[in-house]
T-cell receptor, first 116, second 112 residues
């Protein structure tokens, strides 16, 4: 069983379209994240949810909207896709232990988004 | 604010040679430190972590790292690398808030 799974793995779409990426974790973790990895492999945090509540929201365009229906799922919806949105999007999860979240992340395999 | 600098973007080495990947961080509070490895077209996998205690931490695949608070460094080492160690390596830092900040990555290329 994959601990953190994302779908789809590859996504090719036209500029202006709307697309979603789904993520599920079966680790029982409280916190989930979306990271963006650009063409230079730089990883930047986008969002974080703890028990369905948004706790980290970096400077991300409003076209990106995360949704967490329950603590095991975190989806990412992107409206009006632009060329610059092409990247690999990683979902991750972590656990709070004794009130501390060390930030140790468990990553999914990534979703490669290509906008034409 | 925290930040991480990986001093080398690419490190080419020959098989069975030792390697050190350098990482420096800045933070005004206590930190947790991590090294992750990313093989081509895969997600990130935890190599090792420093949370507290002994400053020398050992990880998977024969890697180890030393936390040096005075030099704000967390360099990754392996005494003898294999072809299969070819990958991108990321140093990362977080505080108790669970926000992990990554360095720019170091591409380790092991040649026969």
């Amino acid at each position: 069983d994959t601990a953190v799974s994302q779908t789809p793995k590859y996504l090719v779409t036209q500029m202006g379209n709307d697309k979603s990426i789904k993520c599920e974790q079966n680790l029982g973790h409280d916190t989930m994240y979306w990271y963006k990895q650009d063409s230079k492999k730089f990883l930047k945090i986008m969002f974080s949810y703890n028990n369905k509540e948004l706790i980290i929201n970096e400077t991300v365009p409003n076209r990106f909207s995360p949704k967490s229906p329950d603590k095991a799922h975190l989806n990412l919806h992107i409206n009006s896709l632009e060329l610059g949105d092409s990247a690999v999007y990683f979902c991750a999860s972590s656990q709070v232990a004794e009130g501390v979240n060390t930030g140790e992340l468990f990553f999914g395999e990534g979703s490669r988004l290509t906008v034409l | 604010a925290q930040s991480v600098t990986q001093l080398d973007s690419q490190v080419p080495v020959f098989e069975e040679a030792p390697v050190e990947l350098r990482c420096n961080y800045s933070s005004s509070v206590s930190v947790y430190l991590f090294w992750y490895v990313q093989y081509p077209n895969q997600g990130l996998q935890l190599l090792l972590k420093y949370l507290s205690g002994s400053t020398l931490v050992k990880g998977i695949n024969g890697f180890e790292a030393e936390f040096n608070k005075s030099q704000t460094s967390f360099h990754l080492r392996k005494p003898s690398v294999h072809i299969s160690d070819t990958a991108e390596y990321f140093c990362a830092v977080s505080n108790q808030g669970g926000k992990l900040i990554f360095g720019q990555g170091t591409e380790l290329s092991v040649k026969p």
